[in-house]
């Protein structure tokens, strides 16, 4: 069987099943023979349509590795197929641009065509091409112009330097009407001076932008006040945003704000950022955590993610955690703390001190494998954070299972369970009847960057610092172990 028919008997079992319930009160007719892949030919359009759909958005079948996109394989499955899914515009909505294919001009205007009149999400990849020119872009950006009321989202990544960027959009329009995300992306190095865009992107305004996404490059005019962003991620490049200080700017709208390697920056000496509407904060390989966080002024704030934290940057941190000048916490609403060591330790003492000075966490994430210092202080007779609910660990190392579960029953002994755990997927089962004893709810973290939210997720934190352990040679399912607790 072709690698084709195999992808055509796999997306018949995903939909068939996914759409069930289109097909409750319809009677499909199903005949085998050798001479084709999957009876699935004779479905009604309705229902191919759905299992178009069903296929377009299963990881596996639209993101696995192939030559060429799942639009585009269904259409090479029979001739009824590719002309339903030509003229299904929702599959062709998203057009990804390598403009070191010969064909990419071509495949885009068919994209463009096939998708009627919808919002599309674009991508243009601009490949190293030993310094030369690329003399399809003025046609790509006025195929991409004529379009600019349909953008949705805007993805531009060059391996090819700050210049074609700057081509790029040069050459496109000075408005984008309705493109919601925008991410910028110049791979490589933490650099200085920094790669800036001097002029402005879409200058005329960008009046529906929500999401702001900058990777190894900076703008020196982002946005208009008028913009509603309300997530914006910065990674490996500089900060230069004079416009934010005021009462009005266009950051007054963000919920959340992610800073990952940035050089120094010294808008954060002085005034004070009001971010009102704030609510998740995540900072990563930073100089100056605590400069960060004591000019940010973010009432509503209830999630806060630190990376890569030195015992003295903690320190920092900690000696800002109270508003100046009283013992007010300076994020009254935070509830939720996660924490990235990355192979730093933190002693005792601050360990302590930590959960002293945030002692309103009700949901806590460690996502280093060795936790040991951490659960000494946790399970203190002091009982730090009272009101913590649930503690997750996904990449806890199974050899420290047992002194989790020795801080959970010191915990609860003085009146303060643990009602949630969450542990990665090799760990979930083990000590199942001394958790439900207790009643502790475990969940399982099969992806530990699934503690992030969503707009975190981003390629530039991926997570390669855990090895892999052998479960078996721990002893961990043995639960007699356990039987002292």
């Not at 590719?82 to 010969?102: G, Q």
């Not at 643990?418 to 083990?430: E, N």
Request: hydrophobic content about 40%; aromatic content about 10%.
């Amino acid at each position: 069987m072709s690698p084709l028919e195999v992808d055509v008997l796999a997306l018949a079992a995903l939909t068939l099943q996914a759409n069930i319930q289109l097909t409750a009160n319809a009677t499909v007719t199903v005949t085998a023979n050798d001479s084709q892949p999957a009876s699935i030919f004779g479905l009604p359009n309705e229902l191919l349509a759905a299992v178009f759909f069903a296929g377009l958005e299963d990881p596996f079948l639209s993101q696995g590795p192939r030559e060429m996109p799942f639009e585009t394989l269904i259409s090479h499955v029979s001739h009824h197929w590719r002309s339903l899914a030509h003229n299904t515009p929702r599959l062709w909505t998203t057009i990804m641009i390598d403009t070191l294919d010969k064909d990419h001009l071509e495949n885009t205007a068919n994209y463009i065509q096939r998708s009627g009149a919808l919002s599309l999400d674009v991508s243009v990849h601009i490949p190293y091409d030993h310094g030369q020119p690329y003399p399809t872009f003025p046609t790509l950006c006025r195929f991409l112009s004529a379009e600019v009321e349909r953008l949705q989202m805007l993805r531009v990544e060059s391996d090819a330097g700050l210049p074609s960027l700057e081509f790029f959009f040069e050459n496109m329009p000075k408005s984008a009407p309705r493109l919601q995300a925008l991410e910028i992306r110049l791979p490589g190095q933490l650099r200085y001076p920094p790669h800036i865009i001097q002029d402005s992107i879409f200058p005329d305004g960008m009046p529906n932008l929500n999401s702001l996404h900058l990777v190894g490059v900076s703008l020196q005019n982002t946005t208009s006040p008028q913009c509603p962003l309300t997530s914006l991620q910065l990674h490996n490049c500089a900060y230069y945003h004079s416009s934010v200080r005021g009462a009005v700017y266009p950051f007054s709208s963000l919920t959340h704000l992610i800073l990952s390697e940035l050089n120094s920056m010294h808008e954060w000496e002085s005034n004070p950022f009001i971010l009102p509407t704030l609510k998740g904060l995540y900072l990563r390989y930073l100089a100056d955590y605590d400069k960060i966080l004591s000019r940010i002024v973010a009432p509503a704030l209830d999630t806060l993610y630190l990376e890569a934290v030195t015992e003295d940057e903690m320190a920092n941190i900690i000696a800002v955690s109270h508003s100046p000048g009283t013992q007010s916490p300076k994020f009254p609403r935070l509830r939720s703390f996660m924490l990235r060591l990355a192979g730093r330790t933190l002693s005792y003492r601050i360990w302590q001190d930590f959960m002293e000075a945030f002692q309103h966490i009700t949901h806590f994430t460690l996502l280093d494998s060795t936790v040991y210092h951490f659960l000494q202080p946790f399970s203190a007779p002091q009982v730090p954070w009272p009101r913590l609910e649930m503690l997750s660990l996904p990449n806890l190392e199974p050899r420290l299972l047992k002194c989790v579960m020795s801080a959970v029953v010191t915990r609860a002994s003085m009146g303060h369970p643990i009602l949630k755990l969450q542990l990665s997927p090799a760990l979930f089962g083990v000590g199942e009847s001394f958790w439900r004893a207790r009643g502790v709810e475990v969940e399982v973290v099969a992806d530990p960057r699934a503690a992030l939210p969503a707009a975190c997720r981003a390629e530039e934190w991926q997570d390669d610092e855990e090895p892999d352990v052998d479960i078996d040679s721990t002893g961990l399912y043995d639960e007699s172990d356990y039987d002292y607790y």
